[in-house]
């Protein structure tokens, strides 16, 4: 067994080969999709697929779009810095499963949008649209260049990959595939992204139970150095991860990312039926199960192997998203192929992501800005459509190139992004539940909400968590044949530590220990709290308005209920209606006749005058 202090291996001849293999077939794939399409491309061909999509393919883009790079290489390290209590958020996968299937996509689907920020002009009007899509453009754009740059630059450090090089490249290969093929090839890349990143991740596990004589092994190590601690019921909000923490917190936080982000939703919409569009999320729950076991075993694995000398107290890696890279290299380094299968693994949650923003970024820019506002033939939108997914690829990597320099800022940027998922979340339940809440309740509820997860996420980064509500697991160097002069002592350590950290005041105020230690994950339900709560008061003292408001803007028993297997067609029912009672000025969603696949057969598709609720 390797002990840390020796050199680990560099990339080798057949490790670039396997690495640009992967790339090359990405591209195949986007332009076989461009060829095949040629003649019949319109632009909701381009963004929706032709709305003729098969469940298993967009469940698989599903999973691989949540599977970035920070997933590779993040959470393996987690696990073996905290335990394997992270598998609780399969408990989490599955509830925000259900909740997707069965209230967000009977509403997006029967409305026949393209971006989910149309069902905010529907139900409130143009300023609600527009400030979801502004928001939900800047936060996208700043996430994806750091997932573009945050794993480039842990694989750069370990393998000696070119950083620069490769944040080109696959910033290009992105684009390139996006603005040719459009969504089809974007998600049948996922698809075969996906086999790659399970491969990576089974590589990790199969040496390691081959390393140790059995994963029995494996186990009793990890049982004994504390890291099996699935069930914690400690009922304290300010805990990092316990079972409350992860269930209820995790599940509102993948709510917002799966209810309402548009890079999720729409491949769902993208599906021939609503019964194929919930599959492919019940598949995708199963995907996620999948991904969580193989990640938590490849940190079990990590840990049983250096649970007796850890690299970062032994000073061979400085930070903790270098663990599984360095592990790669250190056991996978001497078979040929194998470590660029795993840089192949990490740079396909890479492609992955960044495909689906590309393509999410250019359809609500082309839905909610342009549509509303110009009139441009079908022609016209499918040539804009590329061009700006060749635009935000550009962008996307300038970012990624810019995210070089912010050092400690990326931290609070990630935190950003995390806390807007709740606000937005909170917007468009404030909608679907409650009849009675008009705009300016749901603004208002949005800003403040917005303002107080602001607030507690950077005040957590400035002052982070005592180690007593983290519960940063032990780790030894007992069994490192030299002496460490400088040990590490036990602190928070962050899944993403490679950037400058911020460092912590010499002052230290009462509330860092209270407000600013919340759970990152409360910070989602506490925002779609505050949007509710504020957003009713709000509307109540404002007085209601005379805007009718269509029931199928609402969350009913029948969008429950209402399984789509043995339906009629139509289930995009005249969303025309919807929009003339609502804002006549807001832009539908385009009737598509690719949907003739059976649906069920509700009422309210029988029948085209349905209730209305006055405010």
């Known amino acids: 067994m390797s002990i840390p202090g020796r050199p680990v291996a560099q990339f080798a001849a057949w490790d670039y080969v ?25 632009n909701q061909q381009f963004l929706l697929g032709g709305r003729n ?18 997933t590779v290489i993040g959470t393996p390290s987690e696990v073996y810095h905290y335990g394997a209590i992270f598998l609780v958020f399969c408990i989490s996968y599955t509830i925000v499963a259900i909740a997707s299937a069965e209230i967000f996509l009977p509403i997006f689907y029967r409305l026949n949008i393209t971006s989910t920020y149309e069902y905010l002009g529907l139900r409130y009007n143009k300023a609600a649209r527009y400030i979801g899509t502004f928001l939900y453009i800047i936060l996208t754009v700043l996430y994806t260049g750091i997932v ?54 089974l590589a990790v596990i199969i040496r390691g139970s081959v390393v140790q004589g059995g994963f029995q092994r494996i186990w009793n190590i990890s049982r004994e150095g504390g890291r099996l601690n699935f069930w914690d019921f400690d009922p304290d909000p300010l805990r990092r991860h316990t079972f409350w923490t992860i269930v209820v917190g995790g599940s509102f936080m993948w709510t917002a990312i799966y209810g309402i982000n548009q890079s999720q939703v729409q491949r769902y919409l993208a599906c021939r039926s609503m019964f ?16 969580a076991v193989c990640a938590v075993l490849s940190g079990l694995t990590m840990y049983s192997i250096y649970y007796q000398c850890d690299p970062i107290t032994a000073k061979q890696v400085s930070a903790a998203d270098q663990l599984l890279p360095y592990l790669v290299m250190d056991f996978l380094g001497d078979y ?19 495909s689906s923003s590309i393509n999410a970024l250019a359809a609500v820019t082309v839905e909610d800005i342009l549509k509303p506002n110009f009139t441009l033939s079908e022609k016209k939108l499918t040539w804009i459509t590329k061009g700006l997914s060749l635009m935000f690829g550009v962008i996307c990597i300038g970012m990624a190139a810019l995210s070089s320099l912010m050092g400690g800022v990326l931290q609070a940027a990630l935190t950003i992004f995390g806390v807007i998922g709740g606000p937005l979340l909170g917007f468009f339940l404030l909608g679907m539940i409650f009849p009675c809440a008009n705009s300016t309740g749901a603004i208002s509820g949005l800003v403040v909400s917005f303002v107080v997860t602001l607030w507690a996420g950077i005040g957590g980064q400035v002052y982070p968590p005592l180690a007593e509500k983290t519960r940063l697991l032990p ?19 962050s899944t993403w530590t490679t950037m400058s950290q911020v460092t912590e005041p010499d002052f230290r105020p009462g509330i860092a220990n209270t407000w600013y230690s919340l759970s990152y994950l409360y910070l989602s339900p506490l925002a779609t709290l505050i949007v509710l709560i504020i957003g009713l008061i709000v509307s109540f003292l404002t007085g209601k308005s005379k805007q009718e408001v269509d ?17 009629k067609e139509d289930d995009h029912s005249e969303v ?3 929009t003339e009672k609502t804002h006549k000025a807001e832009d539908k969603g385009q009737e598509n006749p690719a949907f003739s696949h059976p649906e069920v057969n509700c009422s309210e598709k029988q029948n085209p005058i349905l209730s209305t609720t006055y405010l």
């Open 18 to 42: 396997v690495f640009i293999l992967m790339l090359l077939v990405s591209v195949v794939i986007g332009v076989y999709h461009a060829i095949k399409a040629r003649r019949q491309q319109s």
């Open 148 to 201: 573009i740059y945050a794993p480039a630059l842990a694989l750069n450090q370990i393998t000696g990959f070119n950083l620069w090089g490769v944040l080109v490249a696959t910033g290009l290969v992105c684009t390139f595939y996006c603005t040719l093929g459009g969504l089809k090839a974007v998600v049948w890349t996922d698809v075969f992204q996906m086999l790659i990143m399970i491969s990576g991740f």
């Open 576 to 578: 025309k209606d919807v």
């Open 551 to 567: 029931e199928r803007l609402l969350i009913t028993r029948k969008s429950l209920v209402c399984f789509s297997y043995f339906a």
């Open 475 to 493: 780790v030894s160097t007992e069994g490192c044949l030299y002496n460490i002069t400088e040990p590490t002592g036990t602190a928070t350590v």
């Open 53 to 70: 999509m098969r469940a298993l393919p967009v469940a698989m883009s599903l999973t691989a779009s949540f599977m970035s790079a920070v």
């Open 276 to 291: 194929e569009g919930k599959l492919s999320l019940y598949l995708n729950m199963v995907g996620l199960w999948l991904t």
């Open 336 to 354: 040929p192929g194998v470590p660029g299968l795993f840089v192949a693994a990490a740079y396909s949650g890479t492609l992955s992501t960044v």
